[in-house]
């Protein structure tokens, strides 16, 4: 089986039901049978087509233990088995287009959403990517080296990794879209239209809030004096494709 999804799931923010509706959204959009593996802390609750495994070791101060900068772990190798081109998911993610496509896309290359807030800064968003698993296991073995120097140098993993990777490419922008930078409407239309989903889209990115299940209901929460802008309309497309 040459396509692989991964996952991480720590702490209590998100529960079984985000790994378990990543999963069943994969299902729909990749053709033919693929692996899916959660990393996890705690595994009660995933389907039984999940393959549950441990939290990769790494080696981050306490203060960074629970954090993004824990995704590095996995690229770690050998690690449960994995091989060829793997596809990196967060949980905050809502599939909506097949995903055949993404695994083709450059093979062999570091594959990373562009990050939507530095475009033209060369800084990829690990909200979704793909990765050559052994290729580039040295951004790990060097971050364990010296993991305060690493911390010292860049302020979030995914820089260290756009410092690093100096050859990444980036998907197609049509295709990774950010729910709240490209999709809610500007302020004050985001009172009267809710967001709208283009044909394109194969992932959109719910970093931060709202929350795929707040979206959908129509709830941002915000602090009272940002309430007046931070507003979504319910995202009825939302349940269509999060189940």
């Not at 909506?96 to 939507?116: A, H, K, R």
């Not at 490209?182 to 719910?206: D, G, I, Q, T, Y």
Request: charged share 25%; net charge neutral.
């Amino acid at each position: 089986m040459d396509r692989t999804i991964i996952c991480m799931k720590w702490g209590t923010r998100y529960g079984p039901e985000f790994v378990n509706r990543l999963y069943a959204a994969s299902r729909r959009n990749i053709t033919g049978d693929f692996r899916f593996i959660c990393f996890t802390d705690d595994g009660t609750g995933l389907v039984e087509a999940v393959e549950v495994h441990p939290l990769p070791p790494i080696t981050l101060p306490e203060e960074f233990a629970w954090t993004p900068w824990r995704k590095l772990s996995i690229w770690q190798y050998p690690l449960a088995g994995m091989k060829g081109d793997v596809i990196f998911l967060d949980l905050d993610l809502v599939i909506t287009g097949s995903l055949d496509e993404m695994f083709s896309y450059q093979p062999g290359e570091y594959c990373v959403i562009e990050n939507w807030t530095q475009k033209g800064m060369g800084v990829g968003n690990t909200s979704a990517f793909k990765f050559p698993v052994e290729k580039y296991k040295s951004i790990y073995d060097q971050f364990e080296q010296d993991p305060e120097k690493v911390l010292a140098e860049n302020r979030i993993e995914q820089q260290y990794i756009s410092r690093y990777i100096e050859s990444q490419k980036f998907w197609p922008s049509a295709w990774c879209l950010s729910f709240k930078h490209n999709l809610v409407p500007p302020f004050p239309l985001n009172w009267m239209k809710a967001p709208s989903l283009p044909p394109e889209a194969r992932l959109v990115a719910f970093t931060g809030k709202p929350d795929p299940d707040e979206a959908l209901a129509g709830a941002w929460p915000a602090p009272w004096y940002k309430k007046w802008y931070k507003h979504v309309q319910p995202t009825k497309w939302v349940g269509e494709h999060w189940r």
